[in-house]
């Protein structure tokens, strides 16, 4: 065998053991081997008598189905809210979690950054139909978009076009490289580059979600900000609503003590995520505290936020489904839920609300299981008034 044949015998191989771990952890994983423990534990698990209907549900979740992560959930109502915490921030020894231990929220930064688009349009720095080419120098502008120019409200509501992520060599390189953080070689530039040589279909026709998008609104608003991101979120949004403990990670994601430790879905250890040049999509850590205070500015249009922000503009995939800024929207009338999730590689978030009624809930969790059935489990309940203390006590 010549020393060609076995280079390429070595990288066949590479590449199908590359592709064994990804079916492993994509396939095998959350369908047989999570199944199999989640059912194990059930067993084991003996619900207190006298407990808390809240508490008992979160309680349960986190013995059943993520006993290796931390856990917030807080519950709005308009006689009141309650909070729970379970597990601990890192592993069986380390302390319970509090109001204040910030977990990755992930793509609920993404309800964060469509409230920024909508303060920077108040402010009149832009329009929701403002187009992106408007925004960016002569040699950054976007390729052949059809079938009309893309604008940032089409970001902002998932109708740009844009796939989920910018898949190319830097992407895959980070998956295939560093599969623990497939975001690190995703700069500014790198984004510019390869829209730059890429065409852009259905413009404002149908919704496809996409991180890339979001990633894309940031970067540009920060520009028409004269300044980051991360600093015009924090001067429009979250300093005037008083969050204080939350934040992007920014260049060093380890370094937060604050930080409840990332867990794959079956309980390993896992680096928070840098997202770089996509942060606008999903980089955001916070508390439950801020995660709160962001619930209750939203029920009560708080500004920076607004009605505009909750009002739908275009169905999604899902029957039934429609988009608003940021926002996905389900229901009608009272019972409208206005919600997202969140997901990185170690944690998962869920917030919803009907404003209607005036009912709300968070929950964040630092394992890789989603927490959107029992968020929508909790507000279902809340619903039907089987979560109110004053109800049951009277």
């Known amino acids: ?16 053991l590359w592709l064994i771990w990804l079916a492993w952890h994509a396939l095998v994983v959350p369908k047989l081997v999570h199944p199999l423990l989640r059912r194990l534990r059930l067993r084991r698990w003996h619900p207190p008598t006298d407990g808390d209907p809240f508490g008992m549900a979160v309680e349960r979740f986190h013995a059943v189905e993520a006993p290796d992560g931390a856990m917030a959930a807080a519950l709005v109502m308009p006689t009141g809210e309650q909070c729970y915490f379970a597990g601990h921030v890192d592993g069986r020894h380390a302390p319970k979690p509090d109001g204040e231990t910030r977990f990755e929220i992930g793509s609920i930064t993404k309800t964060f950054t469509a409230t920024l688009l909508l ?22 502008r976007l390729g052949r978009q059809e079938p009309r120019a893309m604008t940032l409200q089409d970001l902002a509501t ?25 975001y690190a070689w995703i700069s500014e530039r790198v984004v510019f580059a390869w829209l730059r040589r890429r065409r852009v279909r259905g413009v404002g026709q149908h919704y496809r979600y996409s991180n890339l998008a979001f990633g894309v609104l940031g970067l540009l608003l920060g520009r028409e900000a ?28 380890a370094v937060d003590p604050s ?68 926002w996905h929207v389900d229901g ?10 969140g997901g990185t590689r170690g944690s998962r978030s869920f917030m919803g609300f009907m404003p209607a009624r005036q009912l709300g809930v968070v929950v964040l969790c630092s394992q890789a299981i989603s927490v959107d059935a029992l968020g929508l489990t909790l507000l ?15």
């Open 1 to 16: 065998m010549d020393v060609l044949s076995l280079a390429a015998w070595i990288l066949q191989w590479i590449v199908r």
């Open 332 to 341: 009608h009338g009272d019972d409208i839920v206005v919600w997202h999730n």
């Open 119 to 140: 303060a920077m349009q108040r402010a009149g720095h832009v329009e929701l139909d403002t187009p992106v080419d408007r925004l960016l120098s002569p040699s950054q």
């Open 259 to 326: 930080l409840a430790q990332p867990h794959s879905i079956l309980g390993r250890r896992v680096p928070a995520w840098n997202l770089r040049a996509l942060e606008a999509a999903g980089g955001l850590r916070s508390s439950l505290h801020d995660m709160l205070r962001w619930l209750h500015a939203n029920l009560a249009l708080t500004e920076p936020v607004g009605a505009a922000m909750h009002s739908p503009r275009a169905d999604g995939l899902a029957a039934g489904r429609r988009i608003a800024l940021g």
């Open 158 to 182: 998932h109708r740009s076009g844009l796939p989920r992520l910018p898949w190319g060599l830097p992407m895959l390189a980070g998956l295939y490289l560093y599969p623990r953080q497939p």
């Open 226 to 253: 004269r300044t980051s991101y991360g600093e015009a979120l924090h001067r429009c949004v979250l300093e005037p609503l008083g969050m204080r403990s939350t934040s992007l990670a920014g260049s060093s994601p």
């Open 380 to 394: 279902r309940a809340a619903r039907q008034g089987s979560l109110d203390r004053s109800h049951r006590q009277a």
